[in-house]
Structures are given as C-alpha cells and as structure tokens.
C-alpha cells in the first residue's frame, strides 16, 4: 500500500519551518531579486504554512494583495493562524483541489506575478502545472519557480522526489514559457523567473480558465 506523499506529513510540515530549511532557503536573499514594481496581485501557489508569507510585506507594494492557494486543508489553517497573528492585511488564502492540471476559481483576479515555491516538482507532469496556474497570470505577468535541485542536500526531500534544473527547464518550455532570468541561490535549489511565449499569449480563451466552485 503506498503511504501519503512526503508533502502531506506532519513532519516536513515541521520542516518547512524549521532552521533547517531557511538555511537552505534564505528569503531575503531569494525575494530581493524579484522585481516587484507594478505587482498588485501575488499569487503563492502551493503556499504551504506561509513560508515566504511574511516576508513578502517587505518587497509589495502597499496596495498589493498576495492570494494564497493550498491544496491541504491543515496548511490553510496554519496560514490563517499566522494572518490573524502577525495582522498580515490583504492575504487571501484559498482552497484549492490537488490535481494534475491545476485550475483556479473564478472569483481570483488576473495575477501579475505567481510565486511557485517547491511545488512544481510534486506533479507527474510539471508543465500541466505551468499551463493551468499560468492562465490566471497577465498576458505580460512572472512566474516565479524555485525548487530542488537533484543533488543530496542537507535537508528536505528524499532524491528522487526532486527535479533537476534542466528537466525543470523542459517543462517550462513543453508549457510554452521561457526561462527570462535565473535568480542567485546555493547549488541545493534553483530558482527562475518565466514568462509567458508567443504561443501561450495567444491562449485567451476564458471558458477553461478557472474552476467555478
């Protein structure tokens, strides 16, 4: 019988927090890099407890709304604890089904920049990812990706639950992206920003972008 995925215990709920992912994540380094004039709607897809949540105040703008979509129920609560908490304003988190090609409600504005933080390489096929979460970005809109390098780290997932930067890069191209820039981190994770291609520009049809709850 297989067991739930590594994502989904209480343990790496823990670690997620912890020292130890900080250390290999260091937000401040991370966030610094991302251009973040103009962004008035972040989306943080598979949030988690709030990782970044904090720190994204640093970087927005005052008027900017950072929506938060999670597919695990605890992991929204955690993250509504730490919005009542710390009097996080203008966090909206959201529930969200865990499927392979992902689709956002309909009652979500269009985003300016998607935050997709060790999320993408927990789908079979990273590029649905891409292309679902993708169609509730502006035409001209960022999508952030970082995650795991394939390589043994001090922390985290086991190997073979990560994705290598290069396989990562196919995915985002078989979605119809491009890789614009790739943000300084240390050599256990990567980070890109991606944009949309001629091709995914062109993709305006609204009858399939959103998931009416």
């Known amino acids: 019988m297989r067991g739930r995925p590594y994502y989904e215990e209480p343990e790496y709920h823990t670690y997620l927090l912890s020292r ?3 250390d290999l994540f260091p937000r401040h380094e991370i966030l610094s890099q991302i ?7 972040l989306l ?4 988690g407890n709030g990782y970044f949540l904090s720190t994204f105040y640093e970087f927005i703008e005052s008027d900017c709304e950072i929506w938060g979509a999670e597919a695990q129920e605890i992991m929204i609560d955690q993250a509504l604890q730490r919005k009542v908490h710390e009097d996080l304003k203008r966090f909206i988190p959201f529930y ?5 090609h992902p689709l ?10 998607v935050f997709c933080s060790c999320v993408l390489s927990t789908f079979a096929d990273p590029s ?4 679902g979460v993708g169609r509730a970005m502006k035409p001209d809109g960022k999508m952030i990706v970082i995650d795991w390098e394939k390589i043994p780290a ?18 985002i191209e078989d979605a119809g992206y491009q890789v614009t820039r ?14 949309k291609g001629d091709e995914a520009r062109k993709d305006t049809d609204t009858a399939f972008l959103y998931l009416d709850y």
């Open 20 to 22: 130890d992912r900080r």
């Open 35 to 41: 251009h973040w004039r103009g962004v008035k709607n």
């Open 44 to 47: 943080d897809f598979g949030m």
């Open 96 to 100: 969200i089904e865990r499927t392979e």
């Open 104 to 113: 956002l409600p309909d009652w979500i504005p269009v985003m300016d920049l």
């Open 128 to 131: 649905l990812a891409v292309r």
């Open 154 to 171: 001090p922390s985290g997932p086991e190997l073979e639950q990560k994705v290598s930067s290069d396989r990562m890069r196919f995915f």
């Open 182 to 195: 790739t943000l300084r981190t240390n050599r256990h994770i990567y980070a890109f920003e991606i944009e």
